[in-house]
């Protein structure tokens, strides 16, 4: 039983495994933003996601066709690159994936929304009300697609590798990019037309469930980082919105 989680912990904290348990959030995400706003107008979106696609419209492609072109391109070289791994894929390891994030969500849930509140004495969530219940559940998928692998993939390995050459030691630059990581992920929740008005309380939080992400992504790689966040904002929208 005990090689058996090891193996398991071994076996998924790869790119093969996060890839492809992350792929279903990106096609849910697209599909649901269609369906909530079929006349296209106003469109929300999550802001990475926003900051993605302007590009693509401002080098005049279709946002969403390069989108699904750079999965591809993605998909094919991770395919590639672990094509031995592939030959002993386990199938049974993707609903295991699924209950540990939702499990660690939980976790999350309880452990920033209960230190938050203990030490402000303020509620740590604040939904957005103005949304359809379909708008939500897509900007949370979204959300756990976008944000972490932003937030966690992008900037987590690059303040690593530039705090690795500053202070030399491995510990200290995850210690470092972790930490700033976080700080910057809550700090991105105040820009824009949909961003909150700024509470300590809500920064805090924010910071807190950064930092939390941050590590799953050292831990468990992209892919359960991306699905703790996502079922987490499920879990805000079906129980405090």
């Not at 070289?77 to 994030?101: A, C, D, M, Q």
């Not at 309380?201 to 996502?230: D, E, M, P």
Request: glycine share 6%; hydrophobic share 55%.
């Amino acid at each position: 039983m005990t090689n058996q989680v090891k193996q398991y912990f071994e076996n998924t904290h790869t790119l093969l495994y996060s890839f492809l348990v992350s792929l279903p959030l990106f096609f849910l995400y697209e599909v649901l933003i269609l369906i909530s706003q079929p006349s296209g107008d106003a469109i929300v979106r999550i802001s990475v996601d926003v900051w993605i696609k302007s590009l693509f419209t401002s080098l005049g492609v279709s946002a969403i066709s390069f989108s699904l072109l750079i999965v591809a391109i993605i998909g094919l070289f991770i395919l590639y690159k672990e094509r031995e791994r592939l030959k002993t894929l386990k199938f049974v390891y993707f609903p295991t994936l699924l209950l540990e994030s939702t499990i660690y969500a939980i976790v999350v849930a309880f452990i920033s929304q209960s230190l938050v509140s203990f030490m402000l004495n303020m509620a740590a969530s604040d939904p957005i009300a103005t949304l359809t219940t379909t708008q939500k559940l897509a900007l949370s998928l979204g959300a756990g697609l976008y944000e972490e692998l932003f937030f966690r993939v992008i900037l987590v390995t690059v303040l690593i590798l530039v705090f690795t050459k500053v202070f030399g030691k491995k510990w200290a630059a995850v210690t470092a990019a972790v930490v700033l990581s976080a700080l910057l992920f809550s700090a991105v929740h105040y820009i824009g037309s949909m961003g909150d008005a700024f509470t300590l309380g809500s920064f805090l939080y924010r910071f807190l469930f950064g930092l939390i992400l941050n590590g799953i992504y050292v831990w468990r790689g992209f892919g359960v980082a991306a699905w703790t966040h996502a079922i987490y904002d499920i879990m805000v929208i079906a129980f405090l919105s």
